[in-house]
């Protein structure tokens, strides 16, 4: 268990280098950090002036080095807008980007697991063409087109809740309505099909023949066996929904590392954008890290084996 | 009898049956015996999104000379009109943006970029993801462990992560929403195809047809790829679903194609805007995302449910 854990964890480590690695090549090999920086007519001494004021003049393994050394440790130097470190300002709108992103996946497994259960229990139903009917709009509908048409319902319609902003608890709901649509669908599919498989296996038999109850058999032996994929799935889905936060957050002017990410493109805040992409991925892998010890809490094979849950979904 | 829904008899035989015959069982079996009854013929699910997908592919191709009003003319008399019969004339069957411009034309036109732009980044990112599966799941070894590693590294960077960074350096351009588009969708094909081609890696018919000294690039093009390819199709009509998710929230966030370019995504994000005035500039193209995504999704189901029950896809 431990040998697995630092197994994991090493290779979280390997991943997050590889992320750097490519923040690196995409911002400064393949792209000019300063580009739109410099004003236009700027003379060549000016120019020079200002790569070497940014460290940006040295060869380029050198600032290779020094990038990967600094990112690492979440060390991005200042933000050029706003003159303070940049991963400061990304963490300081973290928590509410973690409400929104933590919202959406309790919805998001409440609906799907209902919805998924509730359809497999009776197959060719008229509500299992309702859920599966469910499912296959969550999964069609853009995230920010729901959005917007919350808002008309729920904003300038009803006036219940807000439309913009964060001002009270009632400012999350919408924001975690549009993100939790899609994973929601995605889940109801995923169950609806494994507990209708689970439903088939010879265990279930036997806990037919002994004479357990319709909902005993489908919470207490369908359900469980087939909450291992739901929650690798869950596990996998935390980078779309953190990547959903971010147009969601657009959508609704919420306060979250979305909209900071937002302003800092249109602002050419590299060193801020940089530390957005590496506090996603260290949430991601953070993410993927407890899944990977919850799913070998849960299931006493995958500790014997060693297993990953990757290996074990598949 | 029934205990569950599902006939007891018929459940028995469906699990020795399905345990014989396939590598996996279908996750999506009809267990009503309508259902049976009709799978000589797609179901309704498909027929809708074949239909779907023929409605996009004929306005893709042929729609502007069906529909000849200039997607640029601005009319600032007749700003933010509404559809045909909630209010509004034939002249604009889909109503008009806040510059007056036709609806039903900008729809059509988005949809010349949005689509063909979608198709290219599904087959582009297949044609890597394909390739990097393969490698990894027949080869094995370091080559396995180097395209997990790679995987992983694209899965901790979300697409619109991705499309941040491109677009903080350099700028909006077409080429740029393509490669985000390619760099963050070749996860999905290599991932099950290092499945598919792991499993046929230990296939009987595979290892006999080592054992008489096929070469390996005859072994490859001759004997995996064939049985490789049905299962990449079924993902990659699923994939273009995405594909266009993927596109039209870039524009929307303006990390798009950028410009004077019409697109799904960038009409929703204009008609936000009016949101209060005229709600449905917003709405319109947003039910076309959600159509066309519809439309390869429920076309890509039938095929993925094709595949398990006749067992060439791995569930």
Redesign the interface.
Same mark, same amino acid.
């Given at each position: 268990m431990v040998g697995f854990l630092v197994n994991r964890l090493l290779h979280a480590v390997a991943v997050l280098f590889g992320v750097v690695s490519v923040t690196f090549a995409l911002l400064h090999l393949a792209g000019d950090p300063l580009r739109g920086l410099i004003p236009p007519g700027a003379t060549p001494e000016v120019e020079s002036q200002v790569r070497t004021a940014y460290g940006l003049d040295r060869p380029l393994p050198e600032q290779y080095l020094d990038f990967v050394g600094g990112a690492m440790r979440g060390d991005f130097g200042d933000s050029w807008r706003q003159g303070r470190p940049a991963l400061e300002a990304v963490l300081e709108r973290l928590p509410a980007t973690l409400w929104l992103t933590a919202a959406a996946t309790i919805l998001a497994v409440a609906v799907g697991v209902l919805l998924g259960v509730s359809a497999a229990a009776r197959p060719g139903s008229a509500w299992d063409i309702v859920a599966r009917s469910m499912a296959l709009l969550g999964q069609a509908v853009p995230a920010f087109w729901l959005g917007t048409m919350l808002i008309l319902l729920f904003a300038v319609g009803l006036q219940w809740l807000p439309s913009s902003g964060l001002e009270g608890p009632g400012g999350i709901i919408l924001p975690a309505l549009s993100l939790a649509a899609y994973p929601a669908a995605t889940l109801t599919r995923l169950l609806r099909g494994s507990v209708i498989e689970m439903l088939g296996a010879d265990y279930i038999r036997t806990a037919r023949a002994k004479g357990l109850s319709r909902s005993r058999i489908l919470i207490g032996h369908a359900l469980r066996n087939a909450a291992l994929p739901a929650l690798a799935f869950t596990g996998l889905q935390v980078g779309f929904l953190l990547g959903g936060a971010v147009i969601v957050e657009g959508v609704f002017a919420y306060p979250g590392i979305g909209g900071l990410a937002l302003d800092a493109v249109a602002a050419r805040d590299i060193p801020l954008v940089e530390a957005f992409v590496w506090v996603v991925a260290v949430m991601i892998l953070v993410a993927n890290l407890l899944t990977d010890t919850l799913a070998m809490l849960l299931d006493p094979r995958l500790r014997e084996d060693g297993l990953t849950l990757g290996s074990a979904a598949s | 009898m029934s205990? !569950? =829904? %599902?006939p007891?008899r018929e459940? !028995?035989t469906?699990?020795i049956g399905?345990s014989a015959r396939y590598a996996f #069982?279908p /996750?999506? %079996? #009809?267990?009503?015996a309508? /259902?049976q009854r009709r799978t000589a013929w797609p179901p309704a699910?498909a027929v809708i999104g074949i239909s779907i997908l023929a409605i996009l592919a004929m306005v893709t191709l042929v729609g502007p000379s069906l529909w000849q009003v200039d997607p640029e003319a601005q009319d600032l008399v007749n700003r933010l009109m509404p559809p045909w019969g909630l209010g509004g004339t034939s002249a604009h069957p889909l109503g008009t943006d806040s510059l007056g411009r036709d609806t039903l034309a900008r729809l059509i036109t988005g949809g010349r970029v949005s689509l063909p732009l979608s198709v290219v980044a599904t087959i582009a990112s297949g044609a890597i993801g394909i390739t990097l599966g393969i490698m990894a799941g027949y080869g094995g070894g370091w080559v396995d462990r180097l395209v997990t590693?790679?995987s992983?590294?694209q899965?901790?960077? #979300? *697409? !619109? %992560?991705f499309a941040?960074? !491109?677009?903080? %350096?350099? @700028?909006n351009s077409v080429g740029n929403v393509l490669v985000t588009l390619i760099v963050t969708g070749w996860v999905a094909y290599a991932?099950v195809m290092r499945?598919q081609a792991r499993s046929l890696r230990g296939a009987e018919w595979v290892l006999s047809a080592k054992s008489v000294g096929v070469s390996p690039v005859r072994l490859l093009t001759r004997h995996l790829l064939p049985n490789l390819w049905a299962p990449a199709v079924v993902l990659a009509t699923q994939q273009v @679903?995405a594909m266009i +998710?993927y596109e039209?929230?870039l524009s *929307? +966030? @303006?990390?798009g194609i950028g410009g004077s370019t019409v697109t799904w @995504?960038g009409m929703?994000?204009l008609g936000?805007e009016a949101? *209060?005035k005229a709600?449905w500039v917003? /709405?319109i #193209? =947003?039910i076309a995302?959600?159509?066309a995504?519809?439309g390869f999704?429920?076309t890509g189901d039938w095929l993925a449910t094709r595949g398990r029950r006749q067992g060439w896809l791995e569930a």
């Open positions: - | 205990t !569950v =829904g %599902v007891y459940s !028995v469906r699990s399905q #069982p /996750a999506d %079996v #009809p267990t009503n309508a /259902a699910s590693w790679l992983d590294v899965l901790a960077i #979300p *697409f !619109v %992560v941040i960074a !491109v677009t903080a %350096v350099f @700028g991932r499945l @679903g +998710l039209s929230s *929307f +966030l @303006g990390l @995504g929703a994000a936000r949101i *209060f709600p917003a /709405a #193209p =947003g995302i959600a159509l995504i519809l999704n429920m």
